[in-house]
């Protein structure tokens, strides 16, 4: 299974030219404040690779060529009223994100419990944030989705963060079952593992750095020039997230419970009348 993982994510991200390097040690600076992360990226070169999906299962070939049509539909949907070329970058957000499937496949496979310093470096590209927030960038317009460098300087900083307001309380609302069904140890289990302290020691430190987060988030939309359209949808992204695990698993355990809070608090949004 992790090697015909690794056999779509090259598929997606194979080149003519790979060109590795640094970018931003920023990128996640926010998280402690006291340790920096390295990202690396393909940055020149990137094709599609229909060939590549030769090598793939039968089942993959089908996902592999779903998201290849999609992403050329919208990328010419775009092309042709705007003439704006964006499949670059919606390639190159869904080659981060299998290639952060791949990371955390191989660590299940393995039986490697990484430290939270890594996990998070995955995990925040992992949870899918990063093609929400790009899909809604790339579609919002003209004026707010250039084609040049500067689509990348002006979300670059908050799409970790909203990554994080994603990823933090999911892992506090659903990482004990989902170890049970045999999952990746999640954030809470990675700092347990790494500072050797309980489970309620390390929850409080994940809360601790879900709010610093949100504190961060918040300043940053407020002084950032992003249009408005934009700044909704992140700000509306965390408060969602917020609202689905503070009592727990509100997807896997909240919609199958009638008396579940999170049913309540949807029903009362979108089916019960005022």
């Not at 992790?2 to 640094?22: C, G, K, P, Q, Y």
């Not at 990202?39 to 793939?56: I, P, T, V």
């Not at 952060?100 to 430290?115: H, I, Q, R």
């Not at 990746?184 to 500072?195: E, F, L, R, T």
């Amino acid at each position: 299974m992790v090697d015909e993982l690794e056999i779509f994510t090259n598929a997606i991200d194979r080149s003519v030219t790979i060109f590795l390097t640094t970018i931003r040690r920023r990128i996640l600076h926010f998280i402690l404040n006291s340790w920096a992360i390295i990202l690396r990226y393909c940055l020149l070169g990137f094709r599609w690779d229909l060939e590549a999906m030769k090598q793939l299962p039968k089942y993959m070939k089908t996902c592999f060529l779903a998201l290849y049509n999609s992403i050329n539909e919208i990328g010419y949907e775009i092309l042709k009223e705007e003439g704006r070329n964006v499949i670059p970058y919606l390639r190159n957000t869904w080659t981060e994100l299998c290639q952060a499937f791949l990371v955390e496949a191989k660590w299940f496979s393995s039986g490697y419990t990484p430290t939270l310093e890594e996990y998070l470096q995955a995990s925040w590209i992992s949870i899918g944030s990063l093609p929400m927030q790009t899909y809604v960038f790339a579609l919002l317009g003209k004026n707010l989705a250039p084609e040049s460098s500067d689509f990348d300087e002006k979300i670059s900083d908050i799409l970790p963060l909203g990554g994080m307001m994603i990823r933090l309380p999911d892992d506090l609302g659903t990482s004990t079952d989902e170890l049970k069904r045999g999952d990746v140890p999640k954030s809470i289990q990675c700092y347990m593992h790494q500072a050797g302290v309980t489970e309620d020691v390390a929850r409080d430190h994940i809360m601790g750095l879900f709010r610093e987060t949100w504190k961060k988030l918040n300043e940053y939309l407020v002084e950032s020039s992003l249009s408005h359209a934009f700044i909704d949808h992140a700000m509306n992204l965390e408060h969602v997230s917020y609202c689905t695990y503070k009592h727990g698993d509100g997807f896997s355990d909240g919609f199958g419970d009638p008396g579940s809070q999170e049913k309540k608090m949807f029903m009362s949004l979108f089916a019960e009348p005022l």
